[in-house]
């Protein structure tokens, strides 16, 4: 059953039924909260997958270990370049950074470990830099996993290596070009657990600028757990997405949060978003407007499960609507996670969100061309600049061929996109791997 509901001011909220037809609601907004109780069915609508690109080719690429990818880009070459982590040896319980070059084709062009050995070290954030590439994430250092930057030249050589005390468990989530040429960089400090973790509790999240020998120029403290992505905004500042805890009616729930910082590293605004339910927040990209199109997933917003989540906010940090998806094969809604990590504006100007779609139960149910419940794929869908869907698909390698579920997703020059999955059906090398899935343009 594939459905999707959008929230607004007054505006609809719709789930889309078996045949593609949607049922709506009218929901209220009041302090980012819906009532329910205002809402009501009003006529029903069609959805389809129509004009949704189609898998032009993919490759997966690792080593004897097991892989996971976090994040990736088209790099200037017409290449692709990934990151994420690997383990050390198969089998082993403490991982290395990775970052994989593949050509314009998926072949692979080189491929990097760095890391210490019997310790916890990961990749978690890319960008492609004049010269080379900036790695982002977490490496071992004095007892414990650190924030770090790696500097690597065009052949995947490292250039520098930067490491952050800032003490206890910390990393690197994200990083972002800046206009002068400098990088930001957010992540947490001060956490309990090494490795890659989705959301960090218990931590402290940082925004620093640093400059091309990967110095620090500016640092200020957050006052949320950590920081998962972030972006220059127009007015020379920035904004932090992350994900905290907040206590609503007496209940511990989870918000997607923006924090917007000036230049100097002042805090001058902080937002929650998603009322009386777990909603968590993993991306966002800046619209031409100055608003904020943040991914994530939830079990708000009417979901009977994790659906994928879409919001978008003004440049002021004011909500104006939010999007639920989920279900895209028709399984049973109490057993399946939709999941998304990634969300670009597009080059046409409307917004396109990636993850994953599947069931981690011992539920399994079977129909649907890609696969069963229990083989993961990958779930994208286009929605226009104002909030209404435009198409939505699966992706993988077809039933029985294993999981491909997809944590990241590029733009590519030609009008298509780029998956990064996490993958068991291609490439030579076992587990899992990181998979590079091309799509076309769509034919919308």
């Known amino acids: 059953m594939?459905?999707?509901?959008?929230?607004?001011?007054?505006l609809g909220a719709c789930s889309v039924c078996a045949a593609g037809v949607t049922a709506c609601e009218m929901l209220d907004f009041e302090d980012e909260k819906e009532d329910e109780s205002d809402s009501v069915v009003l006529e029903d609508v069609e959805v389809s997958p129509e004009g949704a690109p189609v898998v032009e080719w993919h490759v997966g690429e690792g080593t004897d270990g097991e892989e996971h990818v976090h994040e990736g880009l088209q790099t200037a070459d017409g290449g692709y370049i990934a990151v994420g982590q690997t383990e050390e040896r198969s089998g082993s319980q403490t991982t290395d950074m990775l970052v994989v070059k593949v050509d314009a084709d998926g072949g692979l062009e080189w491929s990097k470990r760095i890391g210490t050995t019997g310790e916890m070290d990961v990749g978690i954030a890319v960008l492609e830099l004049d010269d080379g590439y900036l790695a982002a994430g977490g490496l071992w250092a004095d007892g414990s996993q650190q924030s770090a930057l790696v500097r690597l030249?065009?052949?995947?050589?490292?250039?520098?290596?930067?490491?952050?005390?800032?003490?206890?468990?910390?990393?690197?989530?994200?990083?972002?070009?800046?206009?002068?040429?400098?990088?930001?960089?957010?992540?947490?400090?001060?956490?309990y657990e090494d490795g890659f973790v989705f959301i960090s509790e218990e931590s402290?999240?940082?925004?620093?600028?640093?400059?091309?020998?990967?110095?620090?120029?500016?640092?200020?403290?957050?006052?949320?757990?950590?920081?998962?992505?972030?972006?220059?905004?127009?007015?020379?500042?920035?904004?932090?997405?992350?994900?905290?805890?907040?206590?609503?009616?007496?209940?511990?729930?989870?918000n997607a949060a923006l924090v917007k910082v000036d230049a100097a590293g002042t805090v001058e605004w902080q937002q929650t978003y998603g009322g009386s339910d777990f909603n968590q927040a993993f991306d966002f990209d800046l619209a031409s407007d100055g608003a904020f199109v943040i991914a994530g997933h939830t079990v708000g917003y009417g979901a009977v499960n994790w659906d994928c989540l879409m919001l978008k906010v003004d440049a002021a940090g004011?909500?104006?609507?939010?999007?639920?998806?989920?279900?895209?094969?028709?399984?049973?809604?109490?057993?399946?996670?939709?999941?998304?990590?990634?969300?670009?504006?597009?080059?046409?100007g409307n917004y396109v969100m990636a993850g994953g779609t599947g069931d981690e139960y011992e539920y399994s149910a079977s129909g649907h061309a890609a696969g069963p419940s229990?083989?993961?794929?990958?779930?994208?869908?286009?929605?226009?600049?104002?909030?209404e869907p435009m198409w939505m698909q699966v992706y993988g390698d077809g039933a029985g061929e294993g999981n491909n579920a997809t944590e990241f997703l590029g733009l590519t020059r030609d009008g298509g996109y780029l998956l990064f999955n996490d993958t068991d059906s291609a490439g030579p090398a076992e587990p899992n791997n990181f998979g590079f899935m091309k799509l076309s343009p769509p034919s919308e």
């Open 153 to 191: 030249d065009a052949d995947g050589e490292v250039v520098w290596t930067q490491r952050y005390h800032n003490g206890g468990a910390s990393a690197v989530r994200g990083i972002a070009h800046m206009s002068d040429g400098r990088v930001a960089a957010t992540g947490y400090t001060e956490g």
């Open 2 to 10: 594939s459905r999707w509901m959008m929230t607004m001011g007054r």
């Open 318 to 348: 004011t909500l104006e609507w939010a999007q639920r998806f989920g279900q895209p094969r028709g399984y049973d809604a109490n057993y399946i996670h939709d999941e998304c990590y990634g969300v670009r504006v597009d080059t046409d």
């Open 204 to 254: 402290t999240g940082f925004l620093m600028v640093v400059d091309d020998s990967g110095e620090v120029s500016m640092s200020t403290e957050l006052a949320v757990p950590q920081g998962t992505k972030v972006r220059q905004t127009a007015d020379g500042g920035f904004a932090v997405l992350s994900t905290v805890w907040a206590d609503v009616d007496g209940a511990d729930i989870q």
């Open 374 to 387: 229990d083989e993961w794929k990958g779930l994208v869908v286009k929605v226009s600049s104002d909030g």
